[in-house]
């Protein structure tokens, strides 16, 4: 369980927020985004509880949850066929691009490709809808450190593995290829007594993920 507060993270300026829990989304056919969610993306089904009054599914898997809500009215519902990465999506980092991609083509499930480019560090996309035109995003962003902005790194975020102190440390290593550069982080200087003393909440040492 990820252990945070705002004070941390933002100067006090935000919520205490722990971690993302889940995400909700309005179906045509909870039934056929079962089926989707779970045989495509590989979701699980898990109790929901009985009280609701509406009908729906919660799933589970990678650390969040997926809420599915049947829509009162599904014939109004937009359509969508372009699949345009600038649309509202989530997005899965995932183990291997050409998998994803072969596993998409067997269930003939259309989509598109793209790459980004960053200090020469190579970010491979596959972009995707649902079955009511949600767009899902597959990607290797693990690729891409986090470097946080002039004047706004937070020693909380130290502890993250993707996390460079600064663009300055970040070095590239080729790979034959030349195509793929793997990316050797300098690790981040360790934070002031004052900090660590700061990242107690409670009593408790904070403990920040990046997953």
């Known amino acids: 369980m990820v252990k945070t507060t705002a004070a941390m993270v933002s100067g006090g300026r935000g919520l205490p ?21 779970m045989n495509v993306l590989g979701f699980v089904p898990v109790r929901r509880p009985g009280s609701f009054n509406f009908d729906g599914a919660w799933l589970f898997n990678y650390g969040i949850g ?15 066929t372009e699949i345009n990465p600038k649309d509202n ?22 989509y598109i490709k793209r790459c980004v480019e960053e200090g020469g560090i190579y970010v491979d996309q596959i972009f995707f809808h649902d079955p009511d035109g949600f767009m899902i ?25 993707r996390v460079l102190a600064a663009p300055a440390k970040q070095q590239l290593q080729q790979h034959p290829s030349k195509q793929h550069p793997t990316v050797v982080q300098t690790p981040p200087p360790a934070p002031p007594p004052a900090a660590t003393a700061a990242q107690r909440v409670g009593g408790e040492e904070a403990h920040i993920s990046c997953a």
């Open 66 to 80: 997926i809420h599915l809500l049947q829509s009162e009215d599904p014939a109004s519902l937009p359509e969508k």
């Open 17 to 37: 927020l722990a971690s993302l829990n889940h995400i909700s989304i309005v179906c045509r056919s909870v039934e056929e985004s079962l089926d989707f969610y």
């Open 137 to 161: 995003e597959i990607c290797n962003c693990d690729n891409l450190p986090v470097v946080p902005l002039a004047d706004q790194t937070c020693f909380a975020m130290a502890g993250c593995k």
């Open 89 to 110: 999506h989530i997005s899965f980092q995932c183990e291997s691009m050409a998998a994803v991609e072969r596993r998409l083509k067997e269930l003939d499930i259309p």
